[in-house]
């Protein structure tokens, strides 16, 4: 059976009534509280409190803080009045009973109300996501269709260019051949002049036969091979060199020979080989843009900023596939785990993030103090108020002017010190 919590220490105004109830050693939580407009009930076994209120109250603004082995009421009541006393006395238990269904069935369709209001909510958030995504993804395509057209018309202007420097080319070398043609027909002419000098009569009476051309001395043309163009060298032919690689082998003495260790090592070594061919043969479908692990990085970031975490976990896991070594990564998806409550994976990416911030230099003390907040803040949220207060006072140490960690650890150690005076 129960036992019924009878000590309370109350006080009111005309707007407010001030409750304090004392847990006798017992550990509370939200979960354990129920309050609608006339119920109030905590249930802490084996302990009990149940109190049908005097009037109703305002339990949506109403409040309840749980600290130093005490539950702290803060209760609005909806008209201002006095009341003669906390809870409804003198009643017959058939109006108990029936405030105290009411008040559950309230409470039920109120829980209901609100899963269907964050579902809808949940719903429009997903469909804008997707819209925004979309708009960004076409943005980002024109952008590179844009690029690819600039490239595009770049070369078409290169090569149009080079075409009129060759056409340029070989109207000159045209011009210097012609040059050179003209030259060789005027020393041809030139030689057939002194021969003929040579051979002609010395006094007009005498008369001799010109000589003629022996075999030896054929007439000489323009087209000889002297004129002809001088040819270039036949191009190199193409050919294969095959390169072939001595074995390993490690060159250790019998006595000391560590063959299973040296196996192992080559057996890793063709696996992780096997592995990263894997992963590459199944990125070879994404863009060329997915392929960037900072592009990713940036679309997680909107992601994160837009509300849809589950998409920023998906582009940070992609990024880490293609670079593991940026530590901003493992920090902005510990921020996504801690949104979606997934605590022992933000505490992984964190101290990962802290393993790869590494040697602390001030550039990135900004990041180191982000990776101990958010581990901290994880640690706390699975009650292990210790560890959560340690990485903490760690980002105090870094930044020590830092109000709101400083805050923040104190609430920790105020929580630390209750739960050690409960037990």
């Known amino acids: 059976m129960p036992l019924w919590l009878r000590e309370h220490r109350w006080h009111q105004t005309p707007t407010a009534v001030f409750l304090s109830l004392p847990l006798r050693g017992a550990r509370a939580t939200p979960a354990n509280i129920f309050c609608s407009e006339r119920y109030l009930k905590v249930s802490i076994p084996p302990f009990l409190f149940e109190a ?7 339990d949506t603004n109403s409040t309840a803080k749980i600290g130093n082995g005490n539950i702290f009421f803060t209760l609005y009541k909806k008209e201002p009045a006095m ?48 819209e925004a995504t979309m708009k960004l993804e076409e943005a980002e395509r024109k952008r590179i269709e844009d ?10 202007e290169e090569l149009e260019l080079w075409k009129n420097q060759q056409k340029d080319a070989d109207k000159y070398k045209s011009i210097q051949k012609e040059g050179e043609l003209h030259q060789e027909i005027g020393q041809l002419k030139e030689r057939k002049n002194e021969k003929m000098t040579k051979t002609r009569i010395p006094n007009e009476g005498t008369s001799k ?15 000889s091979p002297n004129v002809k163009e001088e040819q270039l060298p036949a191009p190199r032919s193409a ?9 390993r082998v490690f060159p250790t003495a019998l006595r000391e020979s560590r063959v ?10 063709a696996e992780a080989r096997r592995t990263i061919s894997a992963d590459l043969s199944e990125l070879e479908d994404l863009k060329e843009e997915e392929k960037n692990p900072d592009w990713l990085k940036d679309k997680g970031n909107k992601m994160f900023a837009m509300g849809n975490y589950l998409a920023a976990v998906n582009a940070y896991n992609l990024a880490v596939r293609l670079n593991n070594k940026l530590p901003l990564l493992y920090l902005n998806r510990a921020a996504c785990h801690l949104k979606l409550r997934n605590l022992h994976k933000a505490i992984e990416d964190s101290s990962k993030a802290l393993e790869l911030l590494t040697p602390p230099v001030p550039d990135n003390e900004g990041a180191r103090v982000k990776a101990y907040v958010r581990r901290g803040t994880a640690f706390c949220q699975l009650e292990l108020y210790t560890e959560g207060l340690q990485d903490y006072e760690a980002a105090l140490k870094i930044d020590p002017k830092n109000k709101n960690i400083e805050k923040d650890a104190e609430k920790i150690r105020h929580l630390i010190q209750g739960t050690m005076q409960g037990s």
């Open 209 to 223: 036969s010109r000589p003629k051309p022996t075999k030896g001395h054929a007439s000489c043309s323009i087209f």
């Open 147 to 156: 690029l690819k057209e600039k490239e595009r018309q770049k070369v078409t």
């Open 239 to 247: 050919a294969t060199i095959k390169v072939n690689f001595t074995p």
């Open 260 to 269: 299973a260790e040296e196996e192992e090592w080559l057996h890793k070594q």
């Open 52 to 58: 049908i209120l005097y009037a109703p109250i305002d």
């Open 83 to 130: 009341w003669d006393s906390l809870t409804l006395e003198n009643a017959d238990k058939e109006k108990l009973q029936y405030l105290r269904e009411n008040a559950v069935l309230k409470a039920q369709q109120k829980a209901k109300e609100e899963t269907e209001a964050k579902k809808t909510t949940k719903e429009e958030h997903k469909k804008y996501a997707l």
